[in-house]
């Protein structure tokens, strides 16, 4: 029977140490006794509340009439069990003060100050481990802001959709509270309000580029050597754009960076260049447009690059780096 476990539960705060005790019905008119069961319910010494149990469907007068009986010879606070009673006599029960227990929701009990109508224990939420990784879209992102294509402090979805498509650029409003939501969970942008009009402002440009240096980051590109060409919409990467922001000497080979689709498309229609000996081109094939955020309107967004050659062993290019996110205003 549960309803002794919820009446422990509220009045004593934890449950499963007492029990409910069954009353010998002696002293009952017979045809209580061969229609109820009732249990002593110990709350202190010499101080019991009776839970009253039908055995059988009865009148909502016959119920109460058992209730009173039972506190006037037991001498203590009756409830009714009522999780088998006809559920529409709850209401009325309520409405006539008349205690009860139902299964474990609800206790209504006005003489021991219990009233509590269709609880649900609450589940303690499960965890749920932090992904720490940075997704290609949450850097292009922190990499808008980084290079002042985002400029706006505080904005809602809404707007940063708004934002984006000024770039030309549309993804769906669930990608874009994923990402700004698991960058909310890292800590690099803070939020004010709640719901659809909550805003979300990015953190001090320092501390973000200081803190994303540090973040793991998901694979967001790959590197292919490349024989054909087409008048495909790439813009420039790797050390070709490294070269354009820096003093770093311009290589022979040039650096392209193109989406996954492009770079299909170039190897089953572009022309074959070069002598088929050596490459003429080097693509970097980035899992988000490179268009969007692409500097001086062909050149590879700084803060992904330096994420794309930051790896790379040669000293120089190195140095390059460095000067090229100094020249963002931002401590390299």
Not at 199 to 226: A, G, H, M
């Amino acid at each position: 029977m549960e309803a002794h476990r919820l009446l422990e539960r509220f009045v004593f705060g934890k449950s499963g140490e007492r029990k409910a005790l069954p009353v010998a019905l002696d002293n009952f008119p017979a045809w209580i006794s061969r229609t109820v069961q009732i249990y002593a319910f110990n709350l202190a010494k010499n101080h019991s509340v009776y839970l009253v149990r039908p055995l059988k469907e009865l009148e909502f007068d016959q119920l109460t009439n058992i209730l009173a009986q039972v506190e006037s010879k037991l001498g203590g606070p009756a409830l009714l069990v009522a999780d088998d009673v006809n559920p529409k006599y709850r209401p009325l029960f309520v409405k006539n003060n008349v205690p009860f227990v139902y299964k474990e929701k609800t206790i209504f009990a006005p003489k021991l100050g219990l009233k509590l109508l269709n609880y649900r224990e609450t589940k303690p939420q499960k965890t749920r481990q932090l992904e720490e990784a940075i997704s290609p879209f949450e850097l292009k992102l922190l990499a808008g802001y980084l290079t002042a294509f985002i400029m706006r402090e505080g904005f809602n979805l809404s707007q940063l959709e708004f934002i984006l498509e000024g770039y030309k650029f549309k993804c769906s409003k669930a990608k874009l509270a994923q990402a700004i939501n698991h960058l909310i969970e890292l800590d690099f942008v803070d939020t004010k309000g709640a719901g659809p009009n909550r805003l979300v402002t990015f953190k001090n440009r320092q501390e973000i580029w200081d803190r994303l240096k540090k973040q793991p980051l998901k694979p967001f590109s790959k590197t292919i050597e490349s024989y054909y060409m087409t008048n495909a919409d790439y813009i420039f990467s790797g050390e070709t754009a490294l070269a354009h922001y820096s003093d770093l000497a311009e290589p022979k080979m040039r650096y392209l960076a193109m989406t996954n689709q492009q770079f299909k498309q170039i190897q089953k229609s572009g022309d074959p260049v070069g002598d088929f000996g050596k490459p003429q081109f080097v693509c970097d094939v980035l899992k988000e447009s490179p268009r969007l955020f692409a500097k001086d309107d062909g050149f590879l967004n700084p803060v992904e690059l330096y994420f794309l050659l930051r790896a790379h062993s040669d000293e120089r290019v190195q140095i390059a780096l460095e000067q090229m996110i100094t020249n963002l205003g931002i401590k390299a």
